[in-house]
Structures are given as C-alpha cells and as structure tokens.
Nanobody
Framework: QVQPVESGGGSVQAGGSLRLSCTVS???????????MGWFRQAPGKEREGVAS???????TYARSVEGRFTISQDNAKSTLYLQMNSLKPEDTATYYC?????????????????WGQGTRVNVSA
C-alpha cells in the first residue's frame, strides 16, 4: 500500500508563510520517481480543488488562485513533496491533501490521484 503522509499545517495570520511536506512510504514495487505528485485542498463546505502538481521531470502546474504565491517542489531521494505557501490569505484556509499517481495526466490537470494522504489543516486568519 502506498501511503502519503502530510505535515506542516497550522495557523498563521494573513500574509504569513507555511511549508507543507508529504512523505510517501516506500513499499516494494513503488518507485517515487516513477510517479507524479500533487497538492489539493478542501475548505469547509466546498469541493476539493487542485492546488499544484509536479511531474517526474520537475514540470509544475498551479491553480490560478495560488500562482505566484505557492511553490511545489520534491526531493526524490527522500520520497518527499513540499508546498511552500507565501502571502497566505484567509481564503487559503482548508485541509491540504497530498496525492500521487503514475497517471501523470491526472495530476497535471489537477484532477486527483489514486493514493491520498489524510490531510493537514491550514488556517489563515485575517
């Protein structure tokens, strides 16, 4: 079973920064570098939305709402994905999820993935 685990959420004032991490447990048959990764979020009462994704070769995709403020990156050696979030706004408040899938087109289009983490909560106050 491939299990992403998120961390790094918390509470911050508007304009502040947070860095989320997602570590994928290494299991036989799973090679982190063969998969694409992405971040998604779901605010209370709203549908889940894609935030950012990163390809095997490092190519990134961002939702318009976070472009220029968030940066997605990864460390293949550590099987870890990151999301640096700067200039946070109250509307960024949500539970953030990490997803991974070998079908990179799903992540590039910010639609989702087959393996999901449990989420980490981000709260941005005005």
């Amino acid at each position: 079973q491939v299990q992403p685990v998120e961390s790094g959420g918390g509470s911050v004032q508007a304009g502040g920064s947070l860095r989320l991490s997602c570590t994928v447990s290494v299991v036989p048959g799973y090679d982190y570098s063969d998969y694409c990764m992405g971040w998604f979020r779901q605010a209370p009462g709203k549908e889940r939305e894609g935030v950012a994704s990163i390809d095997r070769d490092g190519e990134t995709t961002y939702a318009r709402s976070v472009e220029g403020r968030f940066t997605i990156s990864q460390d293949n050696a550590k099987s870890t994905l990151y999301l640096q979030m700067n200039s946070l706004k109250p509307e960024d408040t949500a539970t953030y999820y990490c997803a991974t899938d070998g079908r990179c087109w799903l992540l590039r289009s910010l639609r989702g993935g087959v393996y999901w983490g449990q989420g980490t909560r981000v709260n941005v106050s005005a």
